[in-house]
């Protein structure tokens, strides 16, 4: 059955969604559609706003609206422990946990030469250059448990380890 191009762009644009196949897809364009315009009016308008306004920390490249985000900007936290995750969820999900009370580095992906994602895309320098400035003295990986996750945690730890800093890899 041949579609609208206007449904069949809201289907394809939903599949885009981790998790999301093209029935799942045609089932929310359906429902937005039938039931919840003001919903899908509701979404539309925020994904707008979140694409206009939001944009990466200077510093530790977490998603914000600002130049420097909240949690870098905190003069409570402690300056001298970094924490280096692989995507802005993982910033979520410690800091929902209320355990822990450093900086982050966000990669923003790991390290895949088959994608060709090596560390100039991952910003590594950066990384380094903030180490510098900061003061910081111990590094905490906390990338994903799988062959991409370690293999980046296995680089970070061969070259933040001969410049003195205590670099530790979180439990898994």
């Known amino acids: 059955m041949k579609l609208s191009p206007s449904i069949q762009g809201l289907i394809d644009g939903l599949r885009h969604l981790p998790g999301v196949g093209p029935k ?27 694409l206009a306004k939001v944009r990466n920390c200077e510093r530790c490249r977490n998603f914000t ?14 300056a001298s422990t970094l924490c280096v995750v ?15 009370r450093g900086h982050y580095y966000v990669l923003m992906g790991h390290l895949s030469p088959i994608d060709g994602i090596g560390p100039d895309q991952l910003k590594i320098r950066e990384l380094l250059a903030r180490l510098d400035d900061e003061g910081i003295t111990e ?34």
């Open 65 to 78: 609206e600002l130049a420097i985000c909240e949690i870098c900007s905190d003069p409570k936290r402690d």
């Open 24 to 50: 799942s897809a045609q089932r929310m364009t359906l429902h937005l559609l039938e039931r919840d315009r003001e919903g899908a009016q509701e979404i539309a308008e925020a994904i707008e706003t979140a």
């Open 139 to 172: 590094i905490i990986l906390c990338t994903n448990p799988n062959t991409e996750g370690d293999v980046t945690a296995m680089y970070l730890a061969r070259l933040l380890k001969p410049l003195g800093l205590r670099v530790t890899r979180i439990a898994s």
């Open 86 to 100: 692989e995507a802005p969820a993982d910033v979520m999900a410690i800091e929902q946990s209320g355990s822990f």
